[in-house]
């Protein structure tokens, strides 16, 4: 089934569905694309009539029968020469102190032998969506979690293959990504402080394991919480749009560097680096829009980037890039 394309709305009609649907304590499903521009809030009923399939920590759509096939996967990354081209304009804005950290992302074209729809039933995360005949994402990262007033973040920076000796300590030793991390602990703590009282980092440089068809990864997160004023749930949507965009996917200081990423990337995100979420009538779950398959006319892309500051080197950041697309699975 393919999405009807009527489903996606402006800013102003998203922000004011989600307080309808938040301050009448009614489930609803959203995602958000990177611009803020475009995106769609849609009831349960809406959502499952529309084919939109959804798992977002124990909440599921109605499940699909579909055929498990093995699954093959084969990628065609942009050159190293390519990357570069945008890697040195990033540099030049590091040089001249407009920015300190920037998220620098790229498509690369993937042949695969699933469906959109097969990829979201073999893979493996905490928040996983479809769009039919559109995109499928499987993030790992929380974007906020709101519950009781209290709202929590979890930023997800520093990547390193899981297979390397002493990898854990390897990621949690390097400078760069000491630096990289601590840059978007200290943006998401400012951003929570303009929604949020009493802002504490509640847990710092945690490690997961991620396991993919392409070999197994640590990254690392910390967790950043604060408490909501009462009444919170009549203006969720003027909150969720006052952290947009997710700062670990743009850098630091944010609007700038927002800017700088305009410039440096040949291509528009779309709904990739957005967010997406599941509010069951009290609580918000919501996730950033990373580990993103998209369908186009001549076939998929799989989106990915990471961190690029003063200690960067460009092929290092190339090909933490490319170890990046994968398909988590089960």
Same mark, same amino acid.
């Given at each position: 089934?393919?999405?009807?394309?009527?489903?996606?709305?402006?800013?102003?009609?998203?922000?004011?569905?989600?307080n309808?649907?938040s301050?009448?304590?009614?489930?609803?499903?959203?995602?958000i694309?990177?611009s803020?521009?475009n995106?769609?809030?849609?009831s349960?009923r809406?959502a499952d009539?529309?084919?939109?399939?959804?798992?977002?920590?124990?909440?599921?759509?109605?499940p699909?029968t579909?055929?498990?096939k093995?699954?093959?996967?084969e990628?065609?990354p942009?050159?190293?020469e390519t990357?570069?081209?945008a890697?040195d304009?990033?540099?030049?804005?590091?040089?001249?102190?407009?920015t300190?950290?920037?998220?620098?992302t790229?498509?690369?074209?993937?042949h695969c032998?699933?469906s959109l729809?097969?990829?979201? *039933?073999?893979?493996?995360?905490?928040?996983?969506?479809l769009?039919?005949?559109?995109?499928?994402?499987f993030s790992p990262?929380i974007f906020?979690r709101?519950k *009781? $007033? @209290?709202?929590?973040?979890?930023p @997800?920076?520093g990547t390193?293959d899981a297979g390397?000796p002493?990898a854990?300590?390897?990621l949690l030793a *390097?400078?760069? %990504?000491?630096f990289?991390?601590?840059?978007?602990?200290?943006?998401?703590? +400012? *951003?929570?402080? @303009?929604?949020s009282k +009493?802002v504490m980092?509640?847990r710092s440089?945690?490690?997961?394991h991620?396991h993919?068809n392409?070999?197994?990864?640590?990254q @690392?997160?910390?967790?950043?919480?604060?408490m909501?004023p009462?009444?919170y749930?009549?203006?969720?949507? %003027?909150i969720l749009y006052?952290?947009?965009?997710?700062g $670990?996917v743009t850098?630091?200081?944010?609007?700038?560097t927002?800017?700088i990423?305009?410039?440096?990337?040949?291509?528009?995100?779309?709904?990739?680096?957005?967010i997406?979420g599941?509010?069951d009538?009290?609580?918000?779950?919501?996730a950033?829009?990373i580990r993103?398959?998209?369908?186009?006319?001549?076939g998929?892309?799989?989106?990915s980037g990471?961190g690029?500051t003063?200690?960067s +080197?460009?092929?290092s950041e190339?090909d933490?890039?490319?170890?990046?697309?994968?398909?988590p699975?089960i």
């Amino acid at each position: 089934m393919k999405a009807d394309k009527s489903i996606f709305i402006s800013r102003t009609e998203i922000i004011d569905k989600i307080n309808h649907f938040s301050g009448q304590n009614e489930p609803f499903l959203f995602a958000i694309d990177f611009s803020g521009e475009n995106g769609f809030v849609l009831s349960i009923r809406e959502a499952d009539n529309k084919g939109i399939r959804y798992e977002i920590t124990g909440q599921k759509s109605t499940p699909k029968t579909v055929s498990l096939k093995p699954l093959k996967f084969e990628i065609f990354p942009i050159s190293i020469e390519t990357y570069k081209i945008a890697f040195d304009k990033v540099a030049f804005h590091l040089k001249r102190g407009d920015t300190y950290l920037l998220n620098l992302t790229f498509p690369t074209s993937l042949h695969c032998n699933l469906s959109l729809s097969e990829i979201f *039933d073999i893979s493996n995360a905490p928040y996983k969506l479809l769009v039919p005949e559109s995109f499928v994402v499987f993030s790992p990262e929380i974007f906020v979690r709101i519950k *009781d $007033s @209290m709202i929590i973040s979890c930023p @997800m920076k520093g990547t390193i293959d899981a297979g390397i000796p002493d990898a854990e300590h390897k990621l949690l030793a *390097d400078e760069k %990504e000491f630096f990289e991390h601590n840059t978007i602990v200290d943006l998401i703590r +400012n *951003d929570l402080s @303009m929604v949020s009282k +009493n802002v504490m980092v509640s847990r710092s440089r945690y490690i997961d394991h991620i396991h993919s068809n392409r070999g197994d990864l640590l990254q @690392m997160s910390s967790e950043i919480c604060g408490m909501l004023p009462d009444g919170y749930l009549s203006r969720l949507g %003027e909150i969720l749009y006052t952290l947009l965009p997710a700062g $670990s996917v743009t850098g630091a200081p944010k609007e700038q560097t927002v800017k700088i990423i305009h410039q440096a990337e040949p291509h528009d995100r779309g709904f990739y680096t957005g967010i997406f979420g599941y509010f069951d009538g009290q609580s918000l779950d919501t996730a950033v829009s990373i580990r993103f398959i998209e369908q186009i006319d001549h076939g998929l892309i799989f989106r990915s980037g990471g961190g690029i500051t003063a200690l960067s +080197n460009p092929q290092s950041e190339y090909d933490e890039m490319l170890k990046k697309v994968y398909v988590p699975v089960i």
